[in-house]
Structure formats: C-alpha cells, structure tokens
C-alpha cells in the first residue's frame, strides 16, 4: 500500500513538473489576479491584498495614480496595493504603521511637481 501511494506521489509531481515548465501560471508563485495568495512574491502584479485582518489574501492589481496605496509592508500582504510602476506612495511613513500595516498614501506621479 505505501509502495502504490511513493509512487502515485512521484507520478503526480512529474505531472506537475511538465505542466509548470510549458505554462506561464504557475502553482505557488507567477499567480494570476484573483487567486489566493500568502505574500506579495506570489503574485505576477506583486501585489497580495486582503480586505481585512481576517480575510483572505488574493492577488490584486496594483494601485494607479490617485488611488490610496500602501507603503512597503514587513509582512507581504496590503490592505492596499503598492503602487504601479513610475509612481510614488504619497504618505507618512512610520515603524509602527509598518508593523500594524497601516502606512496608507496616495499613489502620485513624481515627474509631475
């Protein structure tokens, strides 16, 4: 019985194995918006969000210009999303906040002073 379960196992991973190499989506991480997430890593738009402390983490988009956004969080997930590419969270910065993930801003062009 354990040899029947060893191998159905190593067969299983083999499978896995196949279909991640052939496809951009991976299992635990290049994940797609929408999919359950533990830390940002995961997430092809780097962004695992959670609605509230006892919610569940899903890949999100990133924030765009104006949108509230979040600072860098110690632990990998947001309450809101970093923002996009070329632009800057606008916002206090605290440890604390950090710790408590509460260093919310506003997502602002830099170029445009």
Not at 28 to 40: K, R, V
Not at 95 to 109: A, E, K, M, P, R
């Amino acid at each position: 019985m354990r040899a029947l379960l060893v191998i159905a196992m190593c067969l299983m991973a083999t499978a896995l194995a196949t279909t991640t190499q052939t496809s951009e989506r991976g299992i635990f991480i290049n994940l797609n918006n929408g999919e359950l997430c533990a830390i940002s890593a995961q997430c092809k738009s780097s962004c695992c969000h959670r609605g509230s402390a006892v919610s569940l983490a899903r890949c999100a988009p990133r924030a765009a210009e104006s949108e509230t956004c979040s600072k860098k969080s110690l632990y990998g997930t947001y309450y809101h999303c970093t923002c996009e590419d070329g632009l800057k969270c606008d916002g206090d910065w605290s440890i604390g906040g950090s710790i408590v993930n509460t260093n919310f801003g506003t997502c602002v062009d830099p170029r445009r002073a």
